[in-house]
């Protein structure tokens, strides 16, 4: 692997948020938008690139869009329910 930067991008025709580590895969979270609100059904991060930030960084990147667009956020993946838990500064999103 020859970069450690965790880059995120939004593939919203997918729904989803994508996480690479120089060109490589590492994770993605998965969205939904439905009545003012994002749901958050799913985290994932590939093994190898557990422990190094990646999931947590999926979840900034969501939960920053949906305070950008107004939404209130569902967290229905356990990992994004866990992420709001340790960082109150998001729980006003939750609804």
Do not use: K, N, Q, W
């Not at 593939?11 to 690479?20: I, L, Q, S, T, Y």
Request: glycine fraction near 12%; proline fraction near 6%.
């Amino acid at each position: 692997m020859s970069d450690d930067r965790v880059m995120v991008s939004e593939v919203a025709e997918g729904g989803r948020f994508e996480a690479h580590v120089g060109d490589e895969p590492a994770g993605l979270i998965t969205y939904r938008i439905a009545g003012g609100r994002m749901v958050l059904p799913h985290t994932e991060v590939e093994p190898r690139f557990e422990g190094r930030g990646v999931g947590s960084r999926l979840a900034v990147a969501a939960l920053d869009a949906a305070r950008a667009r107004g939404l209130s956020v569902v967290p229905a993946c356990p990992f994004v329910r866990a992420y709001i838990d340790r960082h109150p500064e998001y729980g006003d999103l939750v609804g």
